[in-house]
């Protein structure tokens, strides 16, 4: 079973799984799919106990066949199913790749038949992984055409995200970094709460999604904090740190305003440039890889549509163009960390 | 093939490929230790159980031939001949391991015994090392490409492109899968209808054979007969080693994540190990029980050499960060 967080605190895994249990209850033609999903419980334990809520026909093994997997839950989509497909890791998406960005993707505007399909991928680094384990490779589906994605910070995001991605019907690439699983939580009457009750943040730990109000829909980014000087634009476990370094610098004077994305496709693109407008000073921070990350793309986007209000160039904060180094020091020299961001807005501030 | 019909193995062919089985089981031992002792933070497959394939199936092979694996390949990596510290060193993460730190367990590497790599994605090297055969076809070097994989990796797509390639071209590759029964803590019938792994081969036009992956003896014999038929052009060969995986997926537990059933078939297993079978097969045929204690005392001094060697090297440096990432000039790293 996950691991439960003490008294009413839901931790981001136990939000991921209870948007998973709630979806199936509700409508009977969401099922689960993929390597070690049922008995095991999933690579990190998010479908644990699910077989026996459900049975073997709703929680499905699948052999390690990623592109026959998402195949078959891409031709199970077409009739009307809702699959849920579990990536072990980010990573391994690439052996089905072709059945993502060449099938699922184009299917829609090919046959005009929807492919409402989810795929969750336990994506970043910080672990001493590797190579292969650790990567943010959202980046490689941004490129694409009729592909949704979200990658959500917070465990109330990470629940109503999930419902929204499987309600949707559109494939939807649901990216949940590792670090957050059991890492970040938030009280449960904050997290699952459809609207109306407090905003659930708990400081910096819990809901996103800006005030308390209805649950975040897919393509709507949030303020995390509100700011004069500088805007930090992020995601992911990112996000986090950006908070971190907002507060570092505001004992120096600096007012930072943050913003979550939340949903990387569509972007919600009026909050970032309402951000950039804001501060005039903007730095884009996330784990992915600098080049052809998707930093690069929204500071073309600022650049192309707020460039009057710009008081400095749009700063960068990514992981260098290299693969993830096994050891951890070397790791963690590549890593964003919120002394790293505190840096750059210092930079930005003095421009 | 008739196995009745092969020559009886010489004895101090079968001792080497013991001290191979003595070398990985005891290095793997050793890094099960540091695993636990909390030392060694990499996730680390152990091959223990599973020595007679490697053991046997290298010994078919010259130092200059390929070998491919994937994230449960130490015991590859030592039986085709590569350095005890290279190896050690690589798992503790150090600048002198044989991926100069940069891999760790799943990433090894040793071209000067033609060790073309190992890649923890299931399957992503079968591929590879049909493309390494096709070079050798084209340059006429007469090397043969061995890959290692998992059961589990016959459910992959690349496997039986790989194969189906290979025979279209009759390469000399060599398909060696290590049927352990599990993938990931997955049985095998939990993932396909039937324990047919070795018809794979004649399903593509491959001569495919099932057999005892705990006798080295056997596996050397198997492997010898498919790497002259593949030296001699006549195209690969699938061979289903059975075996099995004593210990976790990943990491140094006896396997208790994955319940009770998996624990009473190692019950049945532990009497086929394949090192106390070589062991007794030497006992019998005269070698001394002292030579084989010298032997075991042998190999754990290397071991403890290697371990020494790991913990005195050096992280690689921030420096080496941005250097390897391009053969030419870097990119904006």
């Not at chain 2, 290692?148 to 279209?168: I, K, P, R």
Request: glycine share 12%.
């Amino acid at each position: 079973m996950p691991v439960k967080a003490p008294s009413d605190q839901v931790t981001y895994l136990e939000a991921i799984s209870r948007a998973l249990r709630d979806a199936m209850r509700e409508d009977p033609s969401v099922f689960l799919l993929g390597q070690d999903v049922a008995a095991y419980g999933g690579a990190f334990k998010v479908t644990a106990g699910m077989l026996e809520d459900f049975g073997p026909e709703r929680v499905m093994n699948t052999p390690i066949s990623e592109s026959g997997a998402i195949g078959v839950a891409v031709g199970a989509a077409l009739l009307g199913r809702r699959p849920v497909v579990e990536m072990q890791f980010a990573d391994f998406i690439s052996c089905g790749f072709n059945q993502i960005v060449n099938v699922a993707a184009k299917m829609f505007w090919r046959t005009g038949r929807p492919v409402p399909l989810v795929i969750r991928c336990p994506a970043g680094g910080g672990a001493g992984a590797g190579a292969f384990h650790s990567q943010c490779v959202e980046a490689w589906f941004l490129h694409t055409p009729g592909l949704k994605v979200v990658a959500p910070a917070f465990p109330r995001d990470a629940y109503w995200l999930l419902r929204a991605a499987i309600r949707d019907p559109d494939p939807v690439l649901y990216f949940e970094h590792k670090q957050l699983y059991r890492r970040v939580k938030a009280p449960a009457s904050a997290v699952f709460d459809a609207g109306g009750g407090s905003d659930g943040r708990d400081g910096h730990g819990a809901g996103g999604g800006g005030a308390a109000g209805p649950p975040p829909r897919i393509g709507q980014a949030a303020t995390l904090r509100e700011g004069e000087h500088v805007t930090v634009i992020s995601y992911g476990w990112t996000a986090h740190h950006a908070l971190e370094a907002a507060e570092k610098v505001a004992a120096e004077g600096i007012s930072v305003e943050v913003l979550d994305l939340r949903t990387l496709a569509p972007l919600d693109e009026e909050a970032v440039l309402r951000a950039a407008r804001k501060t005039g000073r903007v730095l884009i921070a996330h784990e992915a890889c600098l080049s052809g990350g998707f930093g690069g793309e929204l500071a073309a986007r600022i650049a192309e549509k707020a460039f009057e209000h710009l008081d400095a160039p749009v700063r960068r904060l990514a992981y260098p163009d290299i693969p993830v180094p096994y050891h951890r020091a070397l790791e963690a020299a590549c890593l964003p960390s919120a002394e790293k961001i505190a840096q750059v807005v210092r930079e930005l501030r003095g421009w | 093939m008739r196995p009745g019909e092969a020559a009886a193995p010489d004895r101090d062919f079968v001792l080497r490929m013991h001290r191979t089985m003595l070398r990985i089981r005891i290095a793997e031992e050793q890094i099960a230790d540091l695993v636990e002792a909390g030392e060694v933070k990499c996730p680390c497959h152990l091959y223990i159980g599973q020595e007679g394939i490697a053991a046997g199936a290298c010994a078919a092979l010259r130092r200059n031939d390929y070998v491919w694996g994937g994230h449960r390949s130490h015991g590859h990596y030592l039986a085709k001949g590569g350095d005890m510290k290279g190896m050690m060193a690589e798992v503790f993460g150090k600048a002198t391991g044989c991926s100069s730190g940069r891999g760790g367990s799943m990433h090894l590497f040793a071209p000067e015994v033609g060790i073309l790599g190992t890649v923890p994605l299931v399957a992503a090297t079968i591929p590879l090392a049909v493309g390494s055969a096709l070079a050798s076809k084209v340059s006429g070097d007469g090397k043969v490409s061995v890959s290692f994989f998992g059961d589990g990796a016959t459910e992959e797509g690349h496997f039986h492109e790989s194969v189906n390639l290979a025979a279209v071209y009759k390469l000399p590759v060599l398909f060696v899968c290590e049927n352990n029964f599990y993938s990931s803590h997955l049985g095998l019938l939990e993932r396909r209808a039937a324990d047919n792994i070795f018809k794979a081969g004649e399903a593509h036009g491959v001569p495919g054979l099932a057999i005892d992956g705990n006798d080295a003896i056997g596996v050397h014999r198997a492997a010898e007969e498919a790497v002259r038929r593949a030296r001699r052009g006549e195209g690969p060969t699938l061979l289903e080693c059975r075996t099995y995986r004593w210990r976790g997926h990943v990491g140094p537990s006896w396997d208790t994540d994955v319940g009770v059933k998996r624990k009473d078939e190692l019950k049945d297993w532990l009497p086929k190990d394949p090192v106390a079978r070589s062991a007794s097969w030497l006992l019998e045929r005269g070698v001394a029980k002292a030579a084989l204690d010298a032997l075991e005392r042998e190999v754990r001094a290397e071991v403890e050499e290697a371990v020494a060697f790991a913990r005195a090297s050096p992280y690689p440096g921030e420096e080496e960060l941005c250097t390897h990432v391009f053969h030419g000039e870097n990119g904006g790293a």
